[in-house]
């Protein structure tokens, strides 16, 4: 066990933001994806497993505080000095000297970068110095919220890229604060669904799927014309211009595309999508309260 979360409790004021009571076990190895909605905890969590925030509860890991990192949301450096300086003065060592150091920057191809000054690097290349330092520390848990924000598609998809090729035969444990459920498609092999301050439910992606969406789900557009070919099968919760159909056999599934062909109708077939697994086990909890 590389940590555990019981009975945690983090209140703002009068407003209880999280509310943890059944145990949270986080082994060596696993990358959990964090999600929910503005508000739902995401963040607070993070900062309560770093001690950033007072709590109550119980968490208990066997890793010292020098060996958990974190990649917050928004990061400020100096702009006295080129980035090249302020990274040897923070990680304490000479770029020309440190063969890992240099393999990160080569890496996320961040050379020319490192006679720019901070503010004049763009939103991209900051996430990448960024996760540079971070990744320099080679934590054995390491904390990445919202390590996208604020950029572009294609940038986006390049540095989560980058991101779960460098990870992917590694061993460090990872929990990833997004709300882009094609990054945790990438990065994470667990699932943390957080609602108001709540946990919704926890565990491995493909358990989750199966629990909420079934063998596979079969997505199409929602329109006249589809929701009349579908009338006949029970649609699972999704965004309101899809339609989504869970396919609980092989049998049904084979039924379903052959319908769908046979009208001409265009669709997505997944086992997987994280979208659909946080919308239904949402609607599922909320209809238990």
Excluded at 17 to 24: G, R, V
Excluded at 162 to 177: F, G, N, Q, T
Excluded at 220 to 225: L, Y
Excluded at 247 to 271: D, F, T
Aim: aromatic share 8%.
């Amino acid at each position: 066990m590389l940590l555990s979360i019981q009975n945690l409790t983090v209140r703002y004021g009068a407003d209880t933001a999280l509310s943890i009571t059944e145990p949270l076990i986080i082994e060596e190895g696993d990358r959990v994806g964090i999600i929910g909605s503005n508000g739902a905890g995401k963040t607070t969590l993070a900062k309560s497993i770093l001690g950033l925030v007072p709590y109550e509860g119980t968490i208990r890991t066997r890793l010292r505080p020098d060996q958990m990192a974190v990649h917050m949301q928004f990061n400020e450096y100096t702009d006295a000095m080129p980035i090249k300086y302020i990274m040897e003065a923070v990680l304490g060592t000479k770029i020309s000297e440190n063969k890992k150091l240099q393999e990160l920057i080569s890496y996320f191809e961040f050379e020319d970068c490192l006679r720019k000054r901070y503010p004049k690097l763009s939103g991209g290349q900051k996430q990448r110095f960024t996760i540079i330092m971070v990744m320099m520390q080679g934590a054995a848990l390491t904390l990445y919220d919202e390590v996208t924000s604020g950029l572009d598609f294609e940038t986006r998809q390049k540095l989560v890229e980058k991101l779960a090729d460098w990870y992917r035969d590694k061993e460090e444990s990872l929990l990833i604060v997004s709300h882009y459920y094609e990054e945790l498609e990438q990065l994470a092999d667990k699932l943390l669904i957080l609602d108001k301050g709540h946990v919704v439910d926890y565990g491995r992606k493909e358990e989750l799927f199966h629990k909420y969406c079934g063998r596979a789900v079969i997505v199409t557009e929602h329109s006249d014309k589809n929701a009349k070919i579908l009338a006949g099968y029970k649609k699972l919760a999704s965004p309101a211009h899809l339609l989504a159909v869970s396919c609980e056999s092989e049998e049904r599934e084979s039924e379903l595309a052959g319908l769908l062909l046979k009208n001409n109708v265009n669709y997505k077939r997944s086992n997987n999508d994280i979208e659909m697994i946080y919308i239904n086990a949402k609607k599922n909890y909320l209809e238990k309260e």
